[in-house]
Each structure stands twice: as structure tokens, then as C-alpha cells.
């Protein structure tokens, strides 16, 4: 796909280059936490893996629902996970562990597909997995009954019932179908997140993430070679990148002198990109890094950060060791070209005062959101916009500092971007 991009570089603005900064990430002993990360600050929230059990996608259009993955066990010891099958029962009430066919996998790949979408047929549009959509009433309906295998060592089934009208509608039960429980998860309550959570422990849904996060460093399963020529599902800590984050790998690098501009074509919005095997396990030595490899990542405000593992600890600590560098602010200058165009933003420089001037050509973009962000990618003002088809004007007011800064006009996932100087 041929792309148009602009790339406003930090060094005509300030006229330095920012140092290359050495954080660590844990996940704890025995790999016992799932840990939010954001890379333009670095801050880090760490969730217990035994806090949630599955987790629903709540983004406008998404159906994903995952099962935990994180166990928190190491070699030698039984791993206290949460294991989910599915089955050909469809009647929730007779529905019996006889019956299981197999058991299911997040696959990493995308937010809007987890364990319990995997088993759905690839002829099928309509297919789910745990539910097919009915495009008469844009509802999803359930296909299968599940059954889960938690910590504890108790069995529950488990039926997704619906999502209708952005609310899932699920119920589980003992296998006898004594002390069966329903529950609603309304996908409006977790606004900006990408997933709602759930613990059977405590029959709780959970709001676990941080408003803003990157990655995110956890456990999970993989498709691995077995040696024989098959696949086996192994366990393994790795890095997976949020909705709206893509990531570009750079292999057989200098991590000194490798420029993000040369894989512009490369950046994928595939959540396992950073993956696991940016190191590597030898018996003799312990585990090694991946030394002639970064990573360019591209967060949902349009930074782009070097990111170079240094170290991994294994499952005595848990801790990573990365280096990042910010390398600017990267858009695609035809972004919007299908919903607006012809940004104008005056006067530049400005004292605080700004007019911005622009076409709005499409009748869905009713409101777009505006955004000033600075040299460090940090958004530092914010608001939503009402626009109209044809010609938009807007005056906003600001008692920013004077500095170099970008505007961007976002409608979706798309995006409009200026630079814009202030002078106070």
C-alpha cells in the first residue's frame, strides 16, 4: 500500500536529540502479574493474573472474549490456571463434560478474537465462534456451551448468551446446573479500554486497565514447533501492543544507527508482533537477547519509539530490561482524506489564540476530537468538536507554553496532523 507520510522531526524544533532511556518491567516472581506499560512515560500498572478469569472486547465493534492465559506457576510447579473447552452440547441445562471436544487458545493476534472465537468457521462471516451475527437484528447469538476449568479445580459451564445493543449477556453454572449465575457486561461502562474483565472467584466484572497503556507484558500461550513435526501450545512471557498501537521489527540491525524510516512499510497492528522471542533460553548460559534487533513502535497518538531489549531475568524476578528512544511523531498526511481535508491552522506562531479552518466531506463525522500535542508525543490539550458537512471553522484558546507543538484533527482511527508554534 502506497502511503504518503510525514515525519516532523523533533530535531528541527528543539535542536537536540533526546538521550536513550534504560527502564525495567516485572512481572514478578514466577511471572505471577500482567503489567500495563506506557511507553512515553514510562508508568507501569501491574494487575495479579488471579484477579480475572475472561475478558470481554469492549471496543464499539468488537466480539473478542479471552480467556487468562497467565498462569502463575514455574517449572516444577503446578500451574494454578484457568483452562477453557468447548463442547456439542447446545442445552445449557443438560450440558456435561462428556461431551468437550477440545480445549481453546487466545490466538495473539488481534483484540477482537480471543479463545472463544477461535473454533469459528473460516466459510462463515457470520461466525463468531461463541455466537453467530444475525445482520437483521445486529445481534450475536450463542452457537456453543463452554466449560471452565478454574484455579480451584472446580468445573463451571458456561453459555454466552448475546450481545445485543453493546451489552454481553452471559450465565455459568455448576455442571449439575445448581448455583447458576447471569451476568451483563455493558460495553459503555469501560469507555477507552480494550477490555472488560471477569473472576468466577468473586463473580465480579472488573475495570483492570489504566486509561492509557502501550503494552503490555504477560504471560500467555503460543504455537510452538514440538520437534516432531507437529505444533504444541507452550506457555510463554512475552510483549503484546494495544488496539490503535502498530509495531515494525528490525532484524540483523545496528540499534545505534537503524532508522525507523526504513520500515515504514512495516508496521503491523498484529498484537504479537514484539512477541516472545526477542530472547531465547539456553541451558548452559541461561537466557540471551536478540542483540541486533529493535523494535519501532507507532502509540495511538502517533509517537514512534526505539524500543531495544537488553535483559530478561527469567522467572526469578520477571524482569525485563529495555531501552527506549523517542524518535518523533509520525501521520499519514492523506489520512482523512476521505472524511476531511484542507486544514488550515492560523495564525502560526500563535500567541494562544488559534483558528483552524477545514472541510468536512463525509455526514458520519458529526464530531472529531482535537488534539495539541507536544515535541515528547504527550497530549497536553484536549476536546471534542462538533462539524458539519462542507467548510468548519473553530477558534480555540490556550495558555499553553511557548514551544513547538503538533495539532492534530482525529475522526476515527484517522487523522489530520500541523505542526503548530506558540508564543506566549
Known amino acids: 500500500m ?60 468488537s466480539a473478542g472474549i479471552f480467556v487468562n492465559e497467565g498462569v502463575s506457576a514455574s517449572f516444577g510447579t503446578q500451574a494454578p490456571e484457568v483452562s477453557v473447552f468447548f463442547s456439542i452440547d447446545e442445552d445449557f441445562s443438560t450440558a456435561d463434560t462428556l461431551n468437550i471436544i477440545e480445549q481453546v487458545f487466545n490466538p495473539e493476534i488481534s483484540w477482537e478474537s480471543g479463545a472463544f472465537n477461535s473454533i469459528a468457521s473460516a466459510d462463515n462471516p457470520f461466525d463468531l465462534g461463541w455466537g453467530t451475527y444475525n445482520p437483521s437484528n445486529h445481534t450475536i447469538n450463542s452457537n456453543y456451551i463452554f466449560f471452565i476449568h478454574l484455579r480451584s479445580g472446580i468445573w463451571r ?11 454481553y449477556s452471559f ?35 472488573k475495570d483492570l486497565e489504566p486509561v492509557h497503556w502501550d503494552l503490555l507484558f504477560t504471560r500467555y500461550y503460543s504455537p510452538l514447533d514440538d520437534g516432531g513435526g507437529g505444533i504444541i501450545e507452550y506457555q510463554v512471557a512475552g510483549v503484546l501492543s494495544n488496539q490503535n498501537v502498530a509495531v515494525a521489527q528490525a532484524d540483523e540491525v545496528n540499534p545505534l544507527t537503524v532508522s525507523f524510516q526504513d520500515y515504514l512499510t512495516e508496521f503491523q497492528d498484529t498484537l504479537n508482533t514484539i512477541g516472545h522471542d526477542w530472547k531465547f533460553f539456553d541451558f ?21 519509539w526505539q524500543v531495544q531489549f537488553l535483559d530478561f531475568s527469567g522467572s526469578s524476578s520477571g524482569i525485563t530490561t529495555l531501552m527506549k528512544s523517542y524518535e518523533g511523531l509520525l501521520v499519514n498526511s492523506d489520512d482523512l482524506s476521505d472524511t476531511s481535508d484542507d486544514l488550515s491552522v492560523f495564525p502560526n506562531p500563535s500567541n494562544g489564540v488559534i483558528n483552524l479552518h477545514w472541510t468536512v466531506n463525509s455526514a458520519y463525522s458529526q ?44 475522526d476515527g482511527q484517522a487523522q489530520i496532523v500541523r505542526p503548530l508554534i506558540i508564543t506566549q
Open 157 to 167: 459451564k458456561l453459555e454466552i448468551q448475546s450481545l445485543a445493543n453493546n451489552i
Open 284 to 304: 548452559t548460559t541461561g537466557w540471551s537477547i536478540q542483540e541486533n534487533q529493535v523494535f519501532f513502535v507507532k502509540t495511538a497518538a502517533g509517537s514512534i
Open 367 to 410: 464530531h472529531q476530537k482535537l488534539e495539541i500535542v507536544d515535541a515528547l508525543g504527550k497530549v497536553v490539550y484536549h476536546e471534542t468538536i462538533p462539524t458539519q458537512i462542507g467548510m468548519n471553522t473553530y477558534q480555540l484558546s490556550t495558555a499553553l507554553p511557548s514551544g513547538h507543538y503538533y495539532l492534530r484533527i482525529q
Open 2 to 61: 502506497n502511503q504518503q507520510y510525514i515525519f516532523l522531526l523533533v530535531l528541527l524544533f528543539t535542536g537536540y536529540c533526546l538521550e536513550a532511556q534504560v527502564e525495567e518491567v516485572s512481572i514478578g516472581t514466577n511471572y505471577s502479574n500482567q503489567v500495563f506499560y506506557q511507553i512515553q512515560d514510562g508508568s507501569t500498572t501491574s494487575i495479579a493474573h488471579e484477579e480475572w478469569d475472561i475478558a470481554f472486547g469492549v471496543a464499539p465493534q
Open 171 to 205: 450465565r455459568h453454572a455448576n455442571l449439575d446446573g445448581t448455583d447458576e449465575v447471569n451476568v451483563q457486561i455493558t460495553k459503555g461502562d469501560f469507555t477507552g479500554k480494550t477490555l472488560a474483565y471477569y473472576s468466577f472467584a468473586s463473580n465480579e466484572v
